[in-house]
């Protein structure tokens, strides 16, 4: 493993073990609830939108550590974007993550430390659980 892999591994286990924005969520306010049966990620969503602007995003949910630190990531990087920015976030990760998109072509170092499940591809459904859920959240504003 050399030094750039580990970063990127230290970065998956930081937001695995400290999730950012994760929290119970009340069954009234939930917006998306996503399940990866390949592994038994779930992951559930909230979110609240004033105007057109993401103001706050929590997330719940189980799984392997791709698929938590990869919501944790996504709560991170769309809170305060507004709608159009976000989505377009989201097409660009899906399509980075599913090797549609070079890595290098980007220099956010969470997405850099995700890219590693380009190799697994039943792997990359885990990564991606959330920002798919977050896009059908998004959708239905
Ligand atoms: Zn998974």
């Known amino acids: 493993m050399d030094d750039m892999e580990q970063l990127y591994q230290e970065i998956i286990l930081d937001h695995y073990k400290h999730p950012r924005n994760k929290s119970e969520i009340p069954k009234q306010d939930m917006q998306a609830d996503e399940e ?5 990620d ?29 919501a944790s990531i996504m709560t991170e990087q769309l809170q305060g974007k507004t709608i159009a920015e976000a989505s377009a976030l989201i097409e660009e990760f899906v399509a980075m993550m599913r ?12 997405w850099l430390s995700l890219s590693g499940v380009r190799k697994f591809p039943l792997r990359v459904k885990c990564a991606t659980l959330s920002w798919r859920g977050m896009q059908k959240v998004l959708a239905a504003q």
Do not use: H
Request: charged residues 30%; hydrophobic residues 35%; proline residues 2%.
């Open 36 to 40: 990866n049966p390949m592994c038994g």
């Open 42 to 70: 779930r992951i559930m969503l909230a979110v609240d939108v004033e105007g057109d602007v993401i103001r706050r995003i929590r997330f719940d949910g189980k799984g392997c550590a791709i698929s938590q630190a990869s």
């Open 99 to 110: 090797g549609e998109k070079s890595v290098t072509q980007s220099e956010n170092e969470e």
